[in-house]
């Protein structure tokens, strides 16, 4: 058998939102066998936007105290997408209120399931956006055309795609 590192072995990456799995091939040009070897390369980022109401808790607070635990979520849409988080998630940050723009970036660094109905994802704050994200803009891409940021206005954890992501923070 050929060994996982040779670099002639053909290989193909299997991307899903949690890893990313390396199928090694023998065989050359034949199509694949079934002899495959998987090798799993985890913290493949997912992305969130977390909303909150700047009166109640705002960006600028998690800034100054630079990481605290997202919780007291209700929804059960919400939760799941909470339960969903893994350590290394980016999230954006939306202030609803009269602000209603994505302010800045965070990340999960440690998610506590201890009580399954009320998860605890500790998060921890990245840096503001170099300029706010209206929602009113955020409307206009046909990228937010089937996300529930746009759909279900009142949900607070919204996943994400990497492309919605990359567009609001423009990078």
Not at 3 to 10: A, I, K, T, V
Not at 96 to 123: C, L, W, Y
Request: proline fraction near 7%.
């Amino acid at each position: 058998m050929e060994s996982l590192n040779d670099p002639l072995m053909p290989k193909i990456h299997i991307a899903s939102s949690r890893c990313i799995m390396t199928a090694y091939f023998s065989g050359g040009t034949h199509a694949p066998q079934t002899d495959a070897w998987f090798q799993e390369t985890p913290n493949v980022a997912a992305y969130y936007l977390l909303k909150t109401e700047p009166s109640e808790y705002s960006f600028a607070d998690l800034s100054r105290e630079g990481e605290t635990v997202w919780d007291g979520v209700s929804n059960p849409v919400a939760l799941r997408n909470l339960r969903s988080m893994h350590r290394g998630d980016k999230l954006l940050i939306y202030e609803t209120g009269n602000v209603k723009s994505v302010v800045g970036a965070a990340s999960v660094i440690s998610v506590r399931e201890s009580d399954p109905k009320e998860p605890k994802v500790k998060i921890k704050a990245a840096r503001p956006l170099a300029k706010a994200v209206p929602l009113s803009e955020i409307k206009t891409s046909e990228l937010f055309a089937d996300s529930p940021l746009v759909r279900q206005g009142r949900l607070s954890v919204v996943p994400l795609s990497e492309g919605q992501y990359r567009y609001i923070t423009g990078k």
